[in-house]
Every structure is written in structure tokens, then in C-alpha cells.
């Protein structure tokens, strides 16, 4: 068993892993920049799905889409097994409360990455749509709330996603993501990397930040269809007073959080 696992964590710690894994955060932050992209349409008055979903179906309609898609799948398949090995073997030496936040940090982490990876696979065979997360996320929700315990738990679920948002905003003000970094040795490109982490950590936050809430709004008023996860929440946005221009704010901040991804594929201490 013993050597069965250190065979597992030579595997997953491998230079070869380590590349293609690289690829998954500049996926990620290509997803990113075209959700910004769709929000700042949205924004003009246009129309479009500002979730991860709008964003791959926006990516499969390209030339050699299905390809791109593919290649993508593989990439962010690669970094979830990376920060899923993180979470198993990595962090054992540090003290027990530290430990514990770590592993559960690069868990999540390794979620959210399959998480694009089963979008992807989804466009790339065909069975994706454009409408898929905000109706998957409504129907999941329906289908909790009327389960025993169902509106404690979509509670907890949507403050959840209100706190890590709060989180995110957090270590963008306090550039606490330059640890994950190897930050670049020239000044102007140290203050690239830096602002543009900040805006896009922000900005992320904030979305994130509304999913949350919309969920919880969604759930004590008990309208499940309500709960359409980040396209729902930023259109939510743009009904708002002045929420066209905080819809379009959002936005930029989500493009320059997908160029800092774009960034920590070169840069990420892995």
C-alpha cells in the first residue's frame, strides 16, 4: 500500500504533470476572460450566458473548437490531479490547524478544476448548451429544497459561496496570491502581475460574493428557479441602480483575472 502511493505521488509530482497542469491555469483564465467579455456585453445591452458555460460554448464555436476543447479537458484534468495530490500528500509537516486549511484549500481547488473539466467534455462530445449551468443550477436547487433539511443546507451552501467570495476580495486587497507566485524580477512587470491579481481577485469576489447571496434570497423567498448561479446573479446586477456600470466593472475585473491566470501558468509555484 505504502509503495503503491509513493508511486502515485512520483506520478502526480512529475515534470511531465507539472506542464500540463500549467495549461489548466491558463484555461481557467481564458474561461474567465470571456465570462468578462459576455458581462460587459451584457452590460451594453447585449445578450449571452455570463457563466462558465457561455463561456466554453463561446470557445467551441471557434475554428477547430472541438479540438480546443479537448486540449483544454486535458489541461484542466491534469491540474486537478495536481492539486487533489496536494491535498493527500502535500502539507504534512506543517502544524496540524495550517495543515488542514492547506489540504482543504488545494481540494477545493482540484473541485472546481473538474468541475471545468466535465463542462468541457460536455461541449466537446456535443451534450452541452449554453444555458447549461444556469438550468442545472436551478434544478439542483428544486431538487434539494425539497428534500428534509433542504432549505438549511442551500443556506449554508449560498453563505458558503458569500464567504469565500469575501475571501477572495480579501487576498486581492491584501496581494496575499503573490505567494503563489514566483513574481517576476523586473519592477513594471512585478506591478503588472500585482494590480492585475488585485482587480481580478476583487472582482471574482464579487461575484462570487453575489452567487451566494442569490442563493440564499432565492431559498428563504422559495424560488428555486431564481438560483441560476453567475449568469443569473450578474443579470440580477444589471437590474440594479447604476448596476450597468457595476455589471461592466465586474466585468473588466474578471478579464484581468483572466490574464493573471494567463500569468500564473508561467509563474505558479507548484
Request: with cysteine.
Amino acid at each position: 500500500m505504502k509503495q503503491a502511493a509513493d508511486t502515485a505521488e512520483d506520478v502526480t509530482n512529475s515534470r511531465a504533470l507539472e506542464l500540463v497542469a500549467r495549461a489548466g491555469f491558463a484555461v481557467s483564465g481564458i474561461l474567465h476572460l470571456l465570462v468578462g467579455s459576455i458581462a460587459i456585453r451584457l452590460a451594453a445591452g447585449g445578450s449571452g450566458s455570463a457563466d462558465f458555460s457561455g463561456a466554453v460554448g463561446q470557445l467551441a464555436s471557434e475554428p477547430a473548437g472541438t479540438l480546443l476543447l479537448w486540449v483544454s479537458f486535458a489541461a484542466c484534468v491534469a491540474l486537478a490531479l495536481w492539486q487533489i495530490s496536494d491535498a493527500i500528500f502535500d502539507y504534512n509537516r506543517l502544524p496540524a490547524g495550517k495543515k488542514l486549511g492547506k489540504k482543504l484549500k488545494a481540494a477545493g481547488q482540484g473541485l472546481v478544476f473538474i468541475g471545468f473539466s466535465v463542462t468541457l467534455a460536455s461541449f466537446a462530445s456535443g451534450k452541452g448548451s449554453g444555458g447549461d449551468n444556469s438550468r442545472s443550477s436551478s434544478d439542483l436547487t428544486l431538487t434539494i429544497i425539497k428534500a428534509p433539511g433542504g432549505v438549511v443546507l442551500l443556506v449554508l451552501v449560498g453563505a458558503a459561496i458569500a464567504i469565500t467570495g469575501i475571501f477572495y476580495a480579501v487576498r486581492g486587497f491584501r496581494k496575499s496570491f503573490e505567494k503563489q507566485l514566483r513574481m517576476p524580477s523586473s519592477g513594471t512587470a512585478r506591478t503588472v502581475v500585482s494590480g492585475l491579481g488585485l482587480v481580478g481577485y476583487v472582482a471574482k469576489g464579487i461575484a462570487l460574493l453575489l452567487v451566494g447571496l442569490l442563493f440564499v434570497i432565492s431559498t428563504v423567498r422559495a424560488h428555486p428557479e431564481e438560483s441560476t448561479g453567475l449568469d443569473g446573479a450578474l443579470k440580477a446586477l444589471r437590474g440594479q441602480p447604476y448596476g450597468i456600470y457595476l455589471l461592466a466593472a465586474v466585468g473588466v475585473g474578471l478579464i484581468c483575472y483572466g490574464v493573471y491566470m494567463a500569468m500564473r501558468s508561467r509563474l505558479a509555484k507548484m
